[in-house]
């Protein structure tokens, strides 16, 4: 393979290890694409830049998302003026995809913070009732190490505040993909932006309307993190507790349905109601999610343990009839079998934030096909 082949070869696995989220960071990507494809050592002159990696990552959102690669743009950038606005003592500056408006599936919102403490940002964000979880990353660079903060906000959209000490406001940060300095926009600058690039939008109109708006996911969340401490009957769940069963049927339906957020949502959401009243689970999850929720994922959560009746041969004849009688009857047995089979202790399953993400995501990308 010539030269030219090979940097263009790794460059497109990177990419794919970036676009897939299997990797995050171009050094590490572009290291693994090359061990993969070559079998003795890898000239620096031959592994691509970062450019030419982001450039086909670029290319693999144009070929797989099409115009829904940037149907959210406008909305992610009001979401990060509005959090800019409530973090303005912090001076931040929006940089990242939703900057430049190279978005693709997946992405979030990233700022930059600058504050010698963290806990004036954090107490801010607990005035705005908005989750959060605070990570330091130690990150080694030519041969210097040094420890990132970042704030990763769960919200509409998620965010990645990375917080720099106050006297590095002015500094002037260098991109790792250009070698130029960063793109960024203060508050101001992202109003203007946004008045520039999106004119038919009344930013404090959009902004107002942002305020008032329940985000489904945030309560979601709430209720499902406390469910990992809510047990279950070892003889019926020997898995464990609440929260690890539910990602396991998640896991499941993904397998299954991969395309449907609301049978993903039924199959995430069908116990939730245990963490309240673990008497009469279906109705306290079904009174906590109103409002949040579809009525085909209602209908699929209400009717779960009729289903397992119905299995059984238990349920009475005008049940029965209602429930073959129902558009969704399939995919509510298919809801019960999953159910059922997700109890398996040990099991391997992603994270609560993992889970609402790709239903987040996957919804958005119906919404603009």
């Given at each position: 393979?010539?030269?030219?082949?090979?940097?263009?070869?790794?460059?497109?696995?990177?990419?794919?290890?970036?676009?897939?989220?299997?990797?995050?960071?171009?050094?590490?990507?572009?290291?693994?694409?090359?061990?993969?494809?070559?079998?003795?050592?890898?000239?620096?002159?031959?592994?691509?830049?970062?450019?030419?990696?982001?450039?086909?990552?670029?290319?693999?959102?144009?070929?797989?998302?099409?115009?829904?690669?940037?149907?959210?743009?406008?909305?992610?950038?009001?979401?990060?003026?509005?959090?800019?606005r409530v973090l303005s003592r912090f001076r931040p500056r929006?940089?990242?995809?939703?900057?430049?408006?190279?978005?693709?599936?997946?992405?979030?919102?990233?700022?930059?913070?600058?504050?010698?403490?963290?806990?004036?940002?954090?107490?801010?964000?607990?005035?705005?009732?908005?989750?959060?979880?605070?990570e330091r990353k130690q990150v080694t660079k030519h041969g210097?190490?040094?420890?990132?903060?970042?704030?990763?906000?769960?919200?509409?959209?998620?965010?990645?505040?990375?917080?720099?000490?106050?006297?590095?406001?002015?500094?002037?940060?260098?991109?790792?993909?250009?070698?130029?300095?960063?793109?960024?926009?203060?508050?101001?600058?992202?109003?203007?932006?946004?008045?520039?690039?999106?004119?038919?939008?009344?930013?404090?109109?959009?902004?107002?309307?942002?305020?008032?708006?329940?985000?489904?996911?945030?309560?979601?969340?709430?209720?499902?993190?406390?469910?990992?401490?809510?047990?279950?009957?070892?003889?019926?769940?020997?898995?464990?507790?609440?929260?690890?069963?539910?990602?396991?049927?998640?896991?499941?339906?993904?397998?299954?349905?991969?395309?449907?957020?609301?049978?993903?949502?039924?199959?995430?959401?069908?116990?939730?109601?245990?963490?309240?009243?673990?008497?009469?689970?279906?109705?306290?999850?079904?009174?906590?999610?109103?409002?949040?929720?579809?009525?085909?994922?209602?209908?699929?959560?209400?009717?779960?343990?009729?289903?397992?009746?119905?299995?059984?041969?238990?349920?009475?004849?005008?049940?029965?009839?209602?429930?073959?009688?129902?558009?969704?009857?399939?995919?509510?047995?298919?809801?019960?079998?999953?159910?059922?089979?997700g109890r398996v202790p040990g099991a391997r399953v992603g994270?609560?934030?993992?889970?609402?993400?790709?239903?987040?995501?996957?919804?958005?990308?119906?919404?603009?096909?």
């Open positions: 393979m010539s030269d030219a082949k090979l940097r263009q070869a790794i460059a497109f696995e990177a990419a794919r290890l970036m676009y897939e989220r299997v990797e995050s960071e171009y050094f590490t990507a572009k290291r693994k694409a090359a061990k993969r494809l070559c079998r003795g050592t890898v000239k620096p002159s031959d592994l691509p830049s970062n450019a030419e990696v982001r450039d086909q990552v670029q290319a693999f959102a144009r070929v797989h998302e099409g115009e829904a690669r940037t149907a959210n743009l406008c909305e992610m950038r009001l979401h990060a003026l509005r959090l800019m929006l940089i990242g995809s939703v900057m430049t408006g190279h978005t693709r599936k997946g992405s979030d919102i990233d700022l930059h913070l600058f504050s010698d403490h963290i806990e004036p940002i954090t107490a801010a964000l607990e005035e705005e009732a908005l989750p959060y979880e605070v210097e190490s040094r420890v990132f903060t970042h704030v990763h906000v769960f919200d509409t959209f998620n965010f990645e505040l990375t917080v720099y000490e106050e006297d590095k406001a002015h500094y002037v940060f260098k991109s790792s993909i250009t070698g130029k300095a960063i793109e960024r926009a203060s508050t101001r600058e992202l109003e203007e932006l946004i008045a520039r690039e999106h004119p038919e939008v009344m930013i404090e109109e959009a902004l107002a309307e942002q305020q008032e708006a329940v985000d489904p996911y945030q309560m979601f969340r709430l209720l499902l993190l406390p469910l990992e401490r809510v047990k279950q009957s070892a003889k019926h769940h020997p898995e464990g507790d609440v929260l690890f069963h539910l990602l396991q049927v998640f896991e499941l339906a993904r397998d299954e349905r991969a395309w449907d957020e609301e049978f993903l949502l039924a199959a995430l959401l069908h116990d939730v109601g245990k963490g309240i009243d673990p008497h009469d689970h279906v109705a306290a999850g079904l009174q906590a999610l109103d409002g949040l929720i579809t009525p085909r994922t209602a209908f699929l959560i209400e009717n779960h343990m009729l289903a397992l009746e119905y299995k059984a041969g238990t349920l009475g004849h005008r049940q029965r009839k209602r429930l073959e009688g129902s558009e969704d009857f399939e995919d509510l047995m298919l809801l019960r079998d999953l159910d059922t089979r994270t609560v934030d993992e889970a609402l993400d790709f239903i987040k995501e996957l919804e958005r990308q119906n919404k603009w096909k």
